[in-house]
């Protein structure tokens, strides 16, 4: 598989090869669905909260008498048919929410999603992202020089100054290759990997 080696201006040049095992691999919609939702269920907190009917704020005195009203029975304001009753069945702080999802599973998943990047040309090479100092407006002004506007960039080590500089701007995010998980790969239109992570990529997954 070839991906295309792009300068700091943007512009393609020579094309740098990589491992088919890792980016030439068939689309699989159902394994990838299954591998991003699982990551988007893993990473919830799981501390909602809700209260039954005796933890809600209430009265037990009998709203009105038995017969002769024509109203239903009530006999205490908690009931869950009344408004702010309690929950028949509430939502506790101690719902799991984790999805198990194999190692296999996972890097052919990712797999998957790199190989389908590669095929729509939303996946390019750098040879390296630098800024020269923490400033957003340098990252910004040479993002926008290289018509991207939506990237993940997936570095092999993280620079202070890439880090820093991209961290206000919402449709950037700066990586390691450990660190590329299926969610961002997903939502970000390009992704950016610098040779160095690439070759990390192809030691991880192939």
């Given at each position: ?45 799981g501390n909602r909260k809700q209260k039954d009917r005796e933890e809600v704020s209430h009265t ?147």
């Amino acid at each position: 598989m070839e991906l295309k080696l792009l300068n700091e201006q943007g512009q393609a040049g020579a094309a740098v090869n990589a491992a088919d095992t890792v980016f030439g691999r068939d689309y699989n919609e159902a394994l990838i669905h299954q591998i991003v939702v699982a990551y988007a269920a893993n990473a919830r907190s799981g501390n909602r909260k809700q209260k039954d009917r005796e933890e809600v704020s209430h009265t037990t005195k009998k709203p009105w008498r038995q017969k002769g009203t024509g109203r239903a029975r009530a006999g205490m304001s908690s009931s869950p048919l009344w408004r702010g009753g309690g929950r028949i069945f509430p939502n506790s702080p101690d719902e799991n929410f984790t999805h198990k999802v194999n190692k296999k599973m996972h890097r052919a998943g990712i797999c998957s999603i790199f190989s389908q990047l590669a095929r729509e040309d939303r996946l390019n090479v750098i040879e390296n992202l630098t800024v020269e100092a923490p400033k957003t407006k340098l990252l910004s002004q040479k993002l926008q020089g290289m018509g991207l506007d939506s990237v993940l960039v997936i570095t092999d080590t993280i620079d202070e100054n890439l880090l820093l500089a991209s961290r206000n701007l919402p449709n950037v995010l700066v990586v390691e290759p450990k660190h590329a998980d299926p969610m961002s790969l997903v939502f970000y239109k390009k992704v950016l990997v610098t040779k160095a992570a690439l070759a990390k990529i192809e030691e991880m997954y192939a």
